[in-house]
């Protein structure tokens, strides 16, 4: 199985990377049979916003978006929290793909001043509408405690627990939906 870890965030100075990484080290290091994980930056497709005409460069994104994201049996999402909500170039990613993420399951990784929980809440109701399987487990990091200066990432030791049973919880439904694709 392949299990995209998404980078939800597209700020030049944006903590999302090595939250990202952090997720994807840990994930590794279980070690998990048959089992590939890959983080992708959503900085890294320039998508315009959804219902503007695109340029041939962002058509061209739009395409590779749509088949990175069909590419996998699952996924991490790792969201911020603007505003009390999921930052707008990740929905409006999200917005250009439908069939590329039904019948798959998703897990959430968040951060913010109150550790991302309503972007989380956001991203369950789009996920909804997606056809996707959200799992219950998530990750939460405060800028206040997992974050020097909320900008040098040094998540305390206990969200591995949350990490585990999330990853657990992702891989078994990904397995199960990968039945019925």
Known sequence: MKIGIITG?????????????WVETYANSRNDQDVTYEVVELANYD?????????????AAIGAWSQKMASFDGFVFVTPEYN????????????????????KAVAYVSY??????????TLRLVAAEQEMADVR???????????????????????????????NQLLSWSKAFKTIR
């Open 47 to 59: 998508l315009p916003f959804l219902g503007v005409t695109p340029t041939e460069e962002q058509g």
């Open 9 to 21: 965030s597209v700020r030049e100075e944006r903590n999302g990377k090595a939250v990202s990484n």
């Open 84 to 103: 009390r909500a999921v930052p707008g170039a990740f929905k409006n990613a999200l917005d250009y793909l439908q069939p590329e993420l039904n019948n």
């Open 137 to 167: 487990t998530m990750v939460n990091f405060s800028l206040m405690t997992d974050f020097e200066n909320m900008s040098v990432f040094v998540p305390n030791d206990y969200h591995k627990v949350n990490a585990e049973m999330m990853l």
């Open 112 to 121: 913010g001043g109150l550790g991302g929980l309503s972007a989380i809440q």
